[in-house]
């Protein structure tokens, strides 16, 4: 099992920054991807960024050169720096664990933090 909290939310002013938090806890040895997703009203929930366990990145196009994710292994926590804030950011950002166990997949949620941006 493994367990996550998001902080970090807020409201902003577009062309601001947030970093958002996740503390991950529980088995995080099997975890092979962390990823950030969010979700507008009314909206399909999309991913925002994602990291392997080998280092790799990748970023949805809308979000690419404003949006980091990078991880703490030694604080258990990992983090989405937010810059240049547009209204269409706004959403509930969840973070997103993959973990594979005896050759089974498992995805693990947090409960989600909401970022407003307003114009």
């Known amino acids: 099992q493994v367990q996550l909290v998001e902080s970090g939310g807020g409201l902003v002013q577009a062309g601001g920054s947030l970093r958002l938090s996740c503390a991950v806890s529980?088995?995080?040895?099997?975890?092979?991807?962390m990823a950030w997703y969010r979700q507008a009203p009314g909206k399909q929930r999309e991913l925002v960024a994602l990291?392997?366990?080998?280092?790799?990145?990748v970023y949805a196009d809308a979000v690419k050169g404003r949006f980091t994710i990078s991880e703490d292994n030694a604080k258990n926590m990992v983090y989405l720096q937010m810059n240049n804030l547009k209204p269409e950011d706004t959403g509930v950002y969840l973070c997103?664990?993959?973990?594979?166990?005896?050759?089974?997949?498992?995805?693990?949620w947090g409960q989600g933090t909401q970022v407003t941006v307003s114009s």
């Open positions: 997103k664990a993959s973990a594979v166990r005896f050759g089974i997949l498992s995805e693990y």
């Open positions: 529980g088995r995080r040895s099997s975890i092979t991807a």
């Open positions: 990291a392997g366990s080998v280092g790799n990145t």
